[in-house]
C-alpha cells in the first residue's frame, strides 16, 4: 500500500503522494526550498537523524516516504514478538476463559474482559497464568457488592458457595466486606466502591501479594505462597449475582501502573512508539502556516490553524495518515495516544479553543482516514472516554469529570461525528448514559469534602409524638455558627457540581438537534430511536438486574434530559406564538391510541392493548376518526399460538433471536448487558442451558386511513412531525383537544420517554437515598443520648464515664462523615432544581390526565405508568426533599394539591381502569391523602359533585378493591372529633422508641365535617345505601373475629411453651385491630398484654374502648328519647352484654371468679378516668349517667322477665325466645339469628326455602307485621 520513488502513487481518498516528472521542482505552488524546510520541521527528529545521504538532499515528496520509513523506524528490543516471556503462560491478548474456567452462570462482554454475575457466586478465571516474576492487572468495579477478586491455581475447584478464595492455593480481596480470603478470612484493605480500581499485584519471586485500591496500596495481604512446579497462578473472580466488573490485564494502559510489576498483557511498545512520533508530525503540522508569497513559515497556534486547501499541506497530512490511520484502530494507542492528545488540549485552553482544535482534528481524520478506520477510532476513543469518566476519582473542584465532559462536548459537536456515534455508539455499544451520572464519593476524605465542607452540622429533631421540630431547643450562638459555615460548605459544592450539570445538560442538547438535517436525518431523531429501544430494554428487563440502567444513572439522565427538553421546548414557542410554553406541557391523549408511539407491553389502563382495539374499535372511529389495520389485528391473533403452529410467511418474518448457547446464530445484544466494560454482552456462560426468548413480530405497512403500531426502526421524521396531510404523532385528535399544536412532536415523544423513565426505577432511587438522612437522624439521636448520659454520670465511675467518652467520638466522627456525604446527596439529588423537575413532571402527569378523561372511553388507552407517576412524584415531594426544601414553596402548590385530588377521588373507582394494582395504588394514595390537613383540604376543594361521588363510592360494598384501605378513609375523616378520639400517638406509647413522624397513622387528627355531612346525607338518602354498607362491614368483621379466634389459640399456645415462636406481621396487623376489643379482667387478653412480644406494642385497651363507648354514648345519652330506649332493649336483650363490662370503663373492679385468687391489690386497672389529657370531664359525666341508666334498665328488665319453656326458646342458639317467623316456609327462629344469617344467605336454615319475608311473631298473636323484606 505505501509508495515509493518516482512515479509511484497510493491513493487514499484520492490524494496523491508523489509529484509528477514535469513537476520535479515545484509541488503545487510552494518552491522547492520552502518545500525543504516546511517538510524538515514536520518531520524533524532529534532522536532519529536522517542518514548523511539522506540529510544532504533537499526533502520533497518524492523522497518523503523514505525519510518517514525511517523516522518510524523502531529498536529491536521494542520490535520483539509479543509471544512467550519468561514467567507467563498462555495467550499474548489476555482474556476471561469463557471455554472452560469458569463456573456457575455469568454473562461476558464481546471483548472478553468485562463480567456479570447471573447466579448465586459465579467464578471465572484468565486465560493466561504466571509462575515467575512480578505481574499486575487492574479491576474495574462497576458495582460495589459481594466479590472476591484475586488469584487462583488450576487445580483449584469452585462451586455456587466456594469461590476465589474459599480454597487452598486461591487468595482474594473482597472490599465489600473488607476482608482478605485464603481458606480462612481477617480484616483487610478499605471498602470499595462502584467506579473504584482495584490493582491485583503478585510476587513470585518472594512470594508475596498484595492489593492497591486506586492507586493506593493495601499492604502486604498474603506471604509465603506456593511455588515451584506446577505452580502457576491465574487471576480470578468469584461475584454473586448483578455483580459486574471489567478487566484490563493489559490491553488499555494501566490507570494505575507499579514500579517493578509487569501488567499480563503487553503493550504495543513499537507501535506506541510510532503513533507518538506520528503524532508529533501532526502536531507540527497544526502549528506551522506556510506562507507561498513571502516563501517563509509563520507559527501558529493551533486553535487558529486552518487548513485551506493548500496541495502542500494536503500531501504532508495524506503521507501522515497513511501510517497514522492503521494505528488509530487500536484501543491501547487510541487511549494512550490520541485521547491524551485531545485531552492536552481541552485542558491547556478555553473551551472556544479546545472546540475549534478538535473539529480540526475531525475533519481530519474523516478526510484522510477511510470510513471505517476513523468510525474504529472514534468508537474506541469514546468508550476510552467513557471509561476515564466512570472511573476518575472525584477531586473537590471535579476537575478530571469537568475535562472529561468538555471533550465528549467537542466531539459531539462535530455533526458527522455526532451522528455517526449517536447512530451506531452511544446506545447501542456504550452505557453512554454514565456521561450524565456524578459519581458520589464512599470516602469523603478521598473526595476532599472535608477542604471543602471543614465545617459540619446535622439538624436537631424532635422527640415527641406526632409533633414537628418546633419544640427543639433553641439554637446556641455556637450552633448557629456551624450550621452557617456548613451551609456555605454546601453553597461551594453546589456551585461545583451545577459546572458539570450544565455540561451534561450540554450533552443532551447536542443529541437532540433537529436542525443539522444536511444530508441526513437530524440527530434528535436519531436520538428518539434509541431512547425508546433503551426504555423498551429498561421496561421489557425489570425482572432481569444485570440488563437494567441502574436508577442511580436513571435519576440523573431524568434532570438533564428535562432541562434539555424545555429548553428545545420554551426555544420554539419563541419563535411560534401558537405553540405552549413549557411549563402547560401535557401528552395529548391521541398519542397513546394511535399507534405512532410503541408503548412494548405496558399496561393500559383498561387493559391490553389487544382488547381495547377490539372492543372499543367504534369509539375510535366515532371519536377519533381512526380505523385499526386489520392485519394488526389478526397478526396480534397470531401471537397466541404455538412457533410450531404459525405460517410460514409469519416465521420467514420472525427474526431469529432466540438460540441456546452454542448455537449457529448470534445471541440478541441487549443494551444493558454492558455494564463492566461500557460495552455489548453477548456470551452466556453457563453451567447449564441457557437460552434467550424475546421475538418480536415486524408490523406490516400502513394505509392511509388505517392505523397501526410502528416499531422504532420503521418510523420516520414525517411519522414523528407529520406534514401538510399527516399530523404524525397527533394523528387522530378528539374533539375535545386544541387544534394548534403544542410544540414540536419529537419533544412530546422525548416527554413521555421521560414521564416512564420516573416510573422505571427513579422513584425507587429517590426513596433509597434518604437513607442517608435517616441514619443522620439515627446517629445524631444516639450522640444526644450519649451526651445526655455523660451529663448524668456519676464523676466516681470512671470506667462508664471512658466507654460513654468513646461512645461519643465514635458518634461524632460518625455524622462529620454522614453530614458530608449529606450535602453531595443534597446537591445531586434533592436541590432545589431537581425538586423542580419532578413537580414539573408531576404537573405533566396530572394535565395529561385530565387531558385523557375528557375522552370518555377512550381514555382507556392511557398506560398506567401515568396515575403512577402522577401519585409516586407527589410522595416524593412531600417525603423526599424536606425538610431542606418544603413542597409549600413551589409555584401553584395549592391548585396542583387539588387537581391530584380530584384525580384521586374520581379515578379509584373509575370503571375504565381495571388494573387490580394501579386501583389499590389509587386508593391507597387517596388514604394517604386524608391524613393530612393540607391533602384533606384539597379534597373539600374540589366540585361538590366529584365529592359527593367520591363519599358514594366509599360507602359502596367492597367489590373489587380493599376494604382495609376503605375502612382507613372513612376512620380517617372522623378522627379527631368522636369520643376521646383525639390522640396521635396511643397514649401508653408516648415513652416510647419515635417512630417515624411521616407516617399516616402518625398523623395529628384532621377531621372533615365536611365529608362526615356528604356521607350522612348519602346513608340517610336511599332505603339501600346504609344496610349494603353495614353489611359489608359486617361481613369483614365476622372474618376478623373468625381469624382472631385462631390467632389467639396459636398465642396461647406460645405463651404456654417454654421457647418463644415468632408472631408474623400479618398476625400482628389484625391483633392491634381485634384483640383490643377484649375487656374482661384476668383473661387471655392481659396473658397478651404481659408477654411483651415484639411488635405487640400498640395492643391496648384504649383505642377500642373510646370508640365502643362513644357509640354507646350517642346511642344511650345523646340520642332521642325514642332511640334511647330501642337501643337500651336492644343491647339487653343480647346475651353477650354483661353490666361488668361498662363498669370496667370507669375503672371499677371485677369481682372474683369462685376459686379463684383475689387480684392483688397495686394491680393497675383500666380507667377512661386516667386519660383526662384525651377524655374531658362532659364526657367522662356521660359515661357515669349511661351507667347508672344500664343498671336501672338491667334491673327493671331482671324484674320482668318470665321463666320460658325450652319450647319457646330458638332452635338455632337456644338463647333468645322464638320472635321472628320466615315466610313463605313458616320456620321461626329469634331476630339475631335469622338477621346474622340473612347477611349471607337467603335459604331457610330449616328447609332451604328462600325466604321473602321476616315477620314478627309471639305466642298467641293472631296478627304479625311485617317487619322488612330479606
Known amino acids: 500500500m505505501a509508495s515509493k520513488g518516482a512515479g509511484m502513487s497510493f491513493s487514499r481518498k484520492s490524494y496523491r503522494l508523489t509529484s509528477d516528472a514535469e513537476k520535479s521542482r515545484v509541488t503545487g505552488i510552494v518552491q522547492e526550498k520552502l518545500l525543504n524546510d516546511y517538510l524538515n520541521r514536520i518531520f524533524s527528529s532529534s532522536e532519529h537523524a536522517p542518514p548523511a545521504a539522506t540529510s544532504r538532499k533537499p526533502l520533497n515528496f518524492q523522497n518523503l516516504p523514505e525519510h518517514l520509513d525511517q523516522l518510524l523506524q523502531v529498536d529491536n528490543e521494542e520490535e520483539e514478538s509479543q509471544g512467550q516471556v519468561e514467567g507467563r503462560l498462555g495467550p499474548s491478548t489476555v482474556v476471561l476463559d469463557h471455554t472452560g474456567g469458569f463456573e456457575g452462570l455469568l454473562l461476558v462482554d464481546d471483548d472478553l474482559l468485562g463480567v456479570i454475575g447471573h447466579s448465586n457466586f459465579g467464578?471465572?478465571?484468565?486465560?493466561?497464568?504466571?509462575?515467575?516474576?512480578?505481574?499486575?492487572y487492574e479491576v474495574l468495579i462497576s458495582s460495589q457488592g459481594l466479590m472476591q477478586i484475586g488469584w487462583c491455581t488450576i487445580s483449584c475447584r469452585f462451586n455456587q458457595e466456594e469461590g476465589v478464595g474459599d480454597t487452598h492455593n486461591s487468595y482474594a480481596y473482597d472490599g465489600n466486606r473488607v476482608r482478605k480470603w485464603n481458606v480462612t478470612t481477617t480484616n483487610y484493605g478499605k471498602a470499595w466502591a462502584a467506579g473504584d480500581i482495584v490493582s491485583c499485584l503478585i510476587d513470585l519471586d518472594d512470594g508475596t501479594l498484595s492489593f492497591c485500591l486506586n492507586g493506593v496500596s493495601l499492604g502486604t495481604a498474603f506471604e509465603n505462597l506456593s511455588r515451584g512446579l506446577g505452580m502457576a497462578y491465574f487471576p480470578a473472580i468469584s461475584l454473586s449475582f448483578k455483580e459486574s466488573v471489567a478487566f484490563n490485564f493489559g490491553s488499555r494502559p494501566l490507570r494505575y501502573p507499579v514500579a517493578g510489576y509487569r501488567p499480563l498483557q503487553d503493550p504495543p511498545s513499537a507501535d506506541l512508539v510510532r503513533a507518538q512520533r506520528l503524532l508529533g508530525c501532526f502536531r507540527a503540522v497544526l502549528s506551522v502556516e506556510l506562507d507561498p508569497v513571502e516563501g517563509r513559515l509563520l507559527d501558529k497556534e493551533s486553535s487558529k490553524w486552518r487548513l485551506r486547501g493548500q496541495p502542500t499541506v494536503l500531501l504532508t497530512l495524506a503521507h501522515i495518515f497513511h501510517h497514522f490511520a492503521p494505528l488509530l484502530r487500536k484501543v491501547y494507542l487510541v487511549e494512550a495516544v490520541l485521547m491524551s492528545f485531545l485531552l492536552g488540549i481541552v485542558e491547556k485552553g478555553t473551551p472556544t479553543q479546545a472546540q475549534s482544535v478538535v473539529h480540526q482534528v475531525l475533519d481530519l481524520l474523516w478526510l484522510f482516514m477511510e470510513d471505517y478506520e476513523v468510525q474504529d477510532c472514534l468508537k474506541q476513543l469514546m468508550m476510552s472516554l467513557l471509561r476515564l469518566y466512570r472511573f476518575s476519582p472525584i477531586v473537590p473542584d471535579l476537575g478530571l469529570q469537568i475535562h472529561y465532559l468538555r471533550l465528549t462536548i467537542a466531539i459531539l459537536r462535530h455533526e458527522k461525528s455526532r451522528k455517526f456515534l449517536l447512530s451506531n455508539v452511544l446506545f447501542d455499544v456504550l452505557r453512554s448514559v454514565v456521561f450524565f451520572y456524578i459519581k458520589s464519593p464512599l470516602r469523603v476524605e478521598e473526595a476532599g469534602l472535608q477542604e471543602l465542607i471543614p465545617t459540619t452540622w446535622w439538624p436537631h429533631c424532635s422527640s415527641r409524638e406526632g409533633k414537628e421540630s418546633t419544640e427543639m431547643k433553641e439554637e446556641t450562638a455556637e450552633e448557629r455558627l456551624r450550621r452557617r459555615a456548613y451551609e456555605r460548605g454546601c453553597q461551594r459544592l453546589r456551585k461545583r457540581i451545577e459546572v458539570v450539570e450544565e455540561l451534561q445538560v450540554q450533552i443532551l442538547k447536542l443529541l437532540l438537534d433537529n436542525k443539522d438535517d444536511n444530508g441526513g436525518e437530524a440527530s434528535r431523531y436519531i436520538f428518539l430511536t434509541k431512547f425508546r429501544k433503551f426504555l423498551q430494554e429498561n421496561a421489557s428487563g425489570?425482572?432481569?438486574?444485570?440488563?437494567?440502567?441502574?436508577?442511580?444513572?436513571?435519576?440523573?439522565?431524568?434532570?438533564?434530559?428535562?432541562?434539555?427538553?424545555?429548553?428545545?421546548?420554551?426555544?420554539?414557542?419563541?419563535?411560534?406564538?401558537?405553540?405552549?410554553?413549557?411549563?402547560?406541557?401535557?401528552?395529548?391523549?391521541?398519542?397513546?391510541?394511535?399507534?405512532?408511539?410503541?408503548?412494548?407491553?405496558?399496561?393500559?389502563?383498561?387493559?391490553?392493548?389487544?382488547?381495547?382495539?377490539?372492543?372499543?374499535?367504534?369509539?375510535?372511529?366515532?371519536?377519533?376518526?381512526?380505523?385499526?389495520?386489520?392485519?394488526?389485528?389478526?397478526?396480534?391473533?397470531?401471537?397466541?399460538?404455538?412457533?410450531?403452529?404459525?405460517?410460514?410467511?409469519?416465521?420467514?418474518?420472525?427474526?431469529?433471536?432466540?438460540?441456546?448457547?452454542?448455537?449457529?446464530?448470534?445471541?440478541?445484544?441487549?443494551?444493558?448487558?454492558?455494564?463492566?466494560?461500557?460495552?455489548?454482552?453477548?456470551?452466556?456462560?453457563?453451567?447449564?442451558?441457557?437460552s434467550l426468548m424475546t421475538p418480536r413480530r415486524p408490523l406490516s405497512t400502513s394505509e392511509k386511513v388505517k392505523v397501526r403500531t410502528l416499531s422504532v426502526e420503521q418510523r420516520t421524521r414525517e411519522d414523528i412531525?407529520?406534514?401538510?396531510?399527516?399530523?404524525?404523532?397527533?394523528?387522530?385528535?378528539?374533539?375535545?383537544?386544541?387544534?394548534?399544536?403544542?410544540?414540536?412532536?419529537?419533544?412530546?415523544?422525548?416527554?413521555?420517554?421521560?414521564?416512564?423513565?420516573?416510573?422505571?426505577?427513579?422513584?425507587?432511587?429517590?426513596?433509597?437515598?434518604?437513607?442517608?438522612?435517616?441514619?443522620?437522624?439515627?446517629?445524631?439521636?444516639?450522640?444526644?443520648?450519649?451526651?445526655?448520659?455523660?451529663?448524668?454520670?456519676?464523676?466516681?465511675?470512671?470506667?462508664?464515664?471512658?466507654?460513654?467518652?468513646?461512645?461519643?467520638?465514635?458518634?461524632?466522627?460518625?455524622?462529620?462523615?454522614?453530614?458530608?456525604?449529606?450535602?453531595?446527596?443534597?446537591?445531586?439529588?434533592?436541590?432545589?432544581?431537581?425538586?423542580?423537575?419532578?413537580?414539573?413532571?408531576?404537573?405533566?402527569?396530572?394535565?395529561?390526565?385530565?387531558?385523557?378523561?375528557?375522552?370518555?372511553?377512550?381514555?382507556?388507552?392511557?398506560?398506567?405508568?401515568?396515575?403512577?407517576?402522577?401519585?409516586?412524584?407527589?410522595?416524593?415531594?412531600?417525603?423526599?426533599?424536606?425538610?431542606?426544601?418544603?413542597?409549600?414553596?413551589?409555584?401553584g402548590y395549592e391548585e396542583t394539591l387539588t387537581r391530584l385530588a380530584a384525580i384521586l377521588a374520581k379515578h379509584f373507582a373509575d370503571a375504565r381502569i381495571v388494573g387490580t394494582d394501579i386501583r389499590d395504588s389509587l386508593m391507597q394514595a387517596l388514604a394517604s391523602y386524608v391524613c393530612y390537613p393540607h391533602s384533606l383540604r384539597a379534597v373539600e376543594r374540589i366540585?361538590?359533585?366529584?365529592?359527593?361521588?367520591?363519599?358514594?363510592?366509599?360507602?359502596?360494598?367492597?367489590?373489587?378493591?380493599?376494604?382495609?384501605?376503605?375502612?382507613?378513609?372513612?376512620?380517617?375523616?372522623?378522627?379527631?372529633?368522636?369520643?376521646?378520639?383525639?390522640?396521635?400517638?396511643?397514649?401508653?406509647?408516648?415513652?416510647?422508641?419515635?417512630?417515624?413522624?411521616?407516617?399516616?397513622?402518625l398523623q395529628k387528627p384532621c377531621p372533615s365535617t365536611l365529608l362526615q355531612q356528604h356521607m350522612a346525607d348519602l346513608l340517610q338518602q336511599g332505603p339501600d345505601v346504609a344496610p349494603s354498607f353495614l353489611n359489608s362491614v359486617l361481613n369483614q368483621l365476622n372474618w376478623a373475629f373468625s381469624e382472631f379466634i385462631g390467632m389467639i389459640q396459636e398465642i396461647q399456645q406460645a405463651a404456654e411453651r417454654l421457647e418463644r415462636n415468632f408472631v408474623d406481621s400479618r398476625q400482628l396487623k389484625l391483633l392491634n385491630q381485634v384483640l383490643n376489643r377484649v375487656t374482661a379482667e384476668r383473661n387471655l387478653f392481659d396473658r397478651v398484654v404481659t408477654l411483651r412480644l415484639p411488635g405487640l406494642e400498640s395492643v391496648d385497651h384504649y383505642p377500642i374502648l373510646v370508640a365502643v363507648t362513644g357509640i354507646l354514648v350517642q346511642l344511650l345519652v345523646r340520642g332521642p328519647a325514642s332511640e334511647r330506649e330501642q337501643a337500651t332493649s336492644v343491647l339487653l336483650a343480647d346475651p353477650c352484654f354483661q353490666l361488668r363490662s361498662i363498669c370496667y370503663l370507669l375503672g371499677q373492679p371485677e369481682p372474683p371468679a369462685p376459686g379463684t385468687a383475689l387480684p392483688a391489690p397495686d394491680r393497675k386497672r383500666f380507667s377512661l378516668q386516667s386519660y383526662a389529657d384525651y377524655i374531658s370531664a362532659d364526657e367522662l359525666a356521660q359515661v357515669e349517667q349511661m351507667l347508672a341508666h344500664l343498671t336501672s334498665a338491667s334491673a327493671q328488665a331482671a324484674a320482668a322477665s318470665l321463666p320460658t319453656s325450652e319450647e319457646d326458646l330458638c332452635p338455632i342458639c337456644y338463647a333468645h325466645p322464638i320472635s321472628a317467623v320466615f315466610q313463605p316456609c313458616g320456620h321461626k327462629s329469634c331476630k339475631a339469628c335469622i338477621n346474622q344469617h340473612l347477611m349471607n344467605n337467603k335459604d331457610c336454615f330449616f328447609c332451604k326455602t328462600t325466604i321473602v319475608s321476616v315477620e314478627d311473631w309471639e305466642k298467641g298473636a293472631n296478627t304479625s307485621t311485617t317487619s322488612s323484606a330479606a
Open 542 to 690: 425489570r425482572g432481569n438486574m444485570p440488563m437494567l440502567c441502574p436508577p442511580e444513572y436513571m435519576v440523573c439522565f431524568l434532570h438533564r434530559l428535562i432541562s434539555a427538553l424545555r429548553y428545545y421546548w420554551d426555544e420554539y414557542k419563541a419563535s411560534n406564538p401558537h405553540a405552549s410554553f413549557s411549563e402547560e406541557a401535557y401528552i395529548p391523549p391521541q398519542v397513546f391510541y394511535n399507534g405512532k408511539v410503541d408503548y412494548f407491553d405496558l399496561q393500559r389502563l383498561g387493559g391490553l392493548l389487544s382488547h381495547l382495539r377490539k372492543t372499543l374499535k367504534d369509539d375510535l372511529a366515532s371519536k377519533a376518526n381512526i380505523v385499526i389495520d386489520p392485519l394488526e389485528l389478526q397478526s396480534t391473533a397470531m401471537d397466541d399460538l404455538d412457533e410450531d403452529e404459525e405460517p410460514a410467511p409469519a416465521m420467514a418474518q420472525r427474526p431469529m433471536q432466540a438460540l441456546a448457547v452454542g448455537g449457529p446464530l448470534p445471541l440478541p445484544r441487549p443494551g444493558w448487558l454492558s455494564s463492566p466494560t461500557l460495552g455489548r454482552a453477548n456470551r452466556f456462560l453457563s453451567t447449564a442451558a441457557v
Open 721 to 891: 412531525e407529520g406534514s401538510h396531510w399527516n399530523e404524525g404523532l397527533l394523528l387522530g385528535r378528539p374533539p375535545e383537544e386544541p387544534e394548534q399544536p403544542l410544540t414540536e412532536n419529537s419533544l412530546l415523544e422525548v416527554l413521555d420517554g421521560a414521564v416512564m423513565m420516573y416510573n422505571l426505577s427513579v422513584h425507587q432511587q429517590l426513596g433509597k437515598m434518604v437513607g442517608v438522612s435517616d441514619d443522620v437522624n439515627e446517629y445524631a439521636m444516639a450522640l444526644r443520648d450519649t451526651e445526655d448520659k455523660l451529663r448524668r454520670c456519676p464523676k466516681r465511675r470512671k470506667d462508664i464515664l471512658a466507654e460513654l467518652t468513646k461512645s461519643q467520638k465514635v458518634f461524632s466522627e460518625k455524622l462529620d462523615h454522614l453530614s458530608r456525604r449529606l450535602a453531595w446527596v443534597h446537591a445531586t439529588v434533592y436541590s432545589q432544581e431537581k425538586m423542580l423537575d419532578i413537580y414539573w413532571l408531576l404537573r405533566v402527569c396530572l394535565r395529561t390526565i385530565e387531558h385523557g378523561d375528557r375522552t370518555g372511553s377512550l381514555f382507556a388507552f392511557m398506560p398506567e405508568f401515568y396515575l403512577s407517576v402522577a401519585i409516586n412524584s407527589y410522595s416524593a415531594l412531600k417525603n423526599y426533599f424536606g425538610p431542606v426544601h418544603s413542597m409549600e414553596e413551589l409555584p
Open 123 to 136: 467464578t471465572i478465571r484468565s486465560t493466561t497464568c504466571v509462575y515467575k516474576g512480578k505481574w499486575l
Open 943 to 1001: 366540585p361538590e359533585e366529584q365529592r359527593i361521588a367520591m363519599v358514594r363510592n366509599l360507602l359502596a360494598p367492597y367489590e373489587q378493591r380493599p376494604w382495609a384501605q376503605t375502612n382507613w378513609i372513612l376512620v380517617r375523616l372522623w378522627r379527631g372529633c368522636g369520643f376521646g378520639y383525639r390522640y396521635t400517638r396511643l397514649p401508653h406509647l408516648l415513652k416510647t422508641k419515635l417512630e417515624d413522624a411521616n407516617l399516616p397513622s
